[in-house]
């Protein structure tokens, strides 16, 4: 079973960046569709950037403008660069599958913060 694995979070100022990254353990290359999803306190987990293999992305209206999603197949690696980020933007971020027959088990996530 591959595993991924979040990591790039932080605590950073409005307006400020950060980079995510999620490693997967084996191959995710045969899974077309890979998105970054966030949870925040009290709500429920929401998909905020989808990338398929041939390089198409899509993006939540929250997000799109400040967010970029990319893949590197070959280092099976998802990346979120997140800049102008804004306080509603705390979340815990998660990547996984966006298909649910193929979602593979979450990983821990990584905290995100953003402060005033």
């Known amino acids: 079973q591959v595993q991924l694995v979040e990591s790039g979070g932080g605590l950073v100022q409005a307006g400020g960046s950060l980079r995510l990254s999620c490693a997967a353990s084996?191959?995710?290359?045969?899974?077309?569709?890979m998105g970054w999803y966030r949870q925040a306190p009290g709500k429920a987990r929401e998909l905020v950037a989808s990338?398929?293999?041939?390089?198409?992305?899509t993006y939540a209206d929250s997000v799109r403008g400040r967010f970029t999603i990319s893949r590197d197949n070959a280092k099976n690696t998802v990346y979120l660069q997140m800049n102008s980020l804004k306080p509603e933007d705390t979340a815990v971020y998660y990547c996984?599958?966006?298909?649910?027959?193929?979602?593979?088990?979450w990983g821990q996530g990584t905290q995100v913060t953003v402060s005033w």
């Open positions: 996984n599958s966006i298909y649910a027959p193929l979602r593979l088990d």
């Open positions: 990338i398929f293999r041939g390089g198409t992305t």
């Open positions: 084996g191959s995710i290359f045969i899974i077309n569709g």
